[in-house]
């Protein structure tokens, strides 16, 4: 059963060109790992400072594989750095997907 990774991100205004140039880095690099079956970002319609990333894995072991990839250490200090306003993660159980 696929693992869903479903992230809600709100980014401070003046981080938004380092976001968006990190974010896509992120995903082209997610996208190219094993197991990675999709690493979606999406923009909200209501605020364009808050991102929405829908990461789909095939197992755990590739979630963790993921977390030991530069681009993801690139979101680690991101975060760090204070760029968000806030950021929240939650996991799932992928059931009915396409």
Not at 49 to 66: C, L, P, Q, R, T
Request: aromatic share 10%.
């Amino acid at each position: 059963m696929p693992i869903c990774i479903v992230v809600e991100a709100e980014i401070k205004e003046d981080r938004m060109d380092d976001f968006l140039d990190m974010i896509e880095k992120n995903a082209i690099g997610s996208r190219a790992e094993p197991g990675c079956v999709r690493f979606d970002v999406i923009q909200a319609a209501d605020a364009t400072n808050k991102f929405i990333f829908y990461e789909v894995y095939e197992k755990s072991d590739d979630i963790a594989h993921h977390k030991e990839q530069p681009h993801y250490a690139a979101w680690v200090a991101f975060k760090e750095s204070g760029g968000t306003i806030s950021s929240v993660s939650k996991k799932a159980s992928g059931k009915f997907m396409t």
